[in-house]
Nanobody, 113 residues
């Protein structure tokens, strides 16, 4: 199982980023996938989830209306479009497959002026 996140970076408040997660080594097409984020010293928190078909999504209250999770099962890719970013969104972002204990290296998102 391999999960590799990318797309993070430094962005000003109000800006946007699109995170990607390349998945391999398991049945991506029938897995519920999620994005989590973690700030040093704090627990990892769920940001958004998407069903295997992509037809149903769920968001943390902090992400609702600003973030959009999506997937491309043909490419084994998971995405997180993040708009209207704020300093409190600064964290390391990880993708996860439900039921699997594996984590990728994550991608750092820093929102700062």
């Amino acid at each position: 199982v391999q999960l590799v996140e990318s797309g993070g970076g430094l962005v000003q408040p109000g800006g946007s980023l699109r995170l990607s997660c390349a998945a391999s080594g398991f049945g991506f097409s029938w897995s519920i996938m999620s994005w989590y984020r973690q700030i040093p010293g704090k627990e990892r928190e769920l940001v958004a989830s998407i069903t295997h078909t992509g037809l149903s999504t769920n968001y943390a209250a902090s992400a609702k209306g600003r973030f959009t999770i999506s997937r491309d099962n043909a490419k084994n890719m998971l995405y997180l479009q993040m708009n209207s970013l704020q300093p409190e969104d600064t964290a390391r972002y990880y993708c996860s497959a439900q039921g699997l204990p594996h984590w990728g290296p994550g991608t750092q998102v820093t929102v700062s002026s």
